[in-house]
């Protein structure tokens, strides 16, 4: 005797396992979306930290630059330092 088969409950099953592909590809592609969203936000942040990061940096260097400028320059007048000794 052969077991009888059901093909309605195999549809039923078939169905069932459609829908839950269908679900988790749903859930799989939101998930990508919200990665790419995430990374998109971070890199416009890093961006925005980065030229914030360069800005404070390259004033500091100019600054750095300027003071060492007018120390050699004061050094080099002997009698700015007369009086301080």
Request: a positive charge; proline letters at 1%; glycine letters at 4%.
């Amino acid at each position: 005797m052969e077991p009888i088969k059901n093909t309605k409950s195999k549809e039923i099953t078939a169905n069932r396992l459609k829908a839950i592909d269908r679900i988790l590809n749903a859930y799989k592609a939101k998930k990508l979306a919200i990665q790419a969203q995430q990374a998109q936000l971070d890199a416009n942040t890093t961006e925005g930290l980065c030229y914030e990061g360069v800005k404070e940096r390259m004033n500091k260097a100019y600054q750095k630059n300027k003071r060492q400028k007018k120390i050699d320059k004061l050094q080099q007048i002997k009698s700015h330092w007369a009086g301080l000794s």
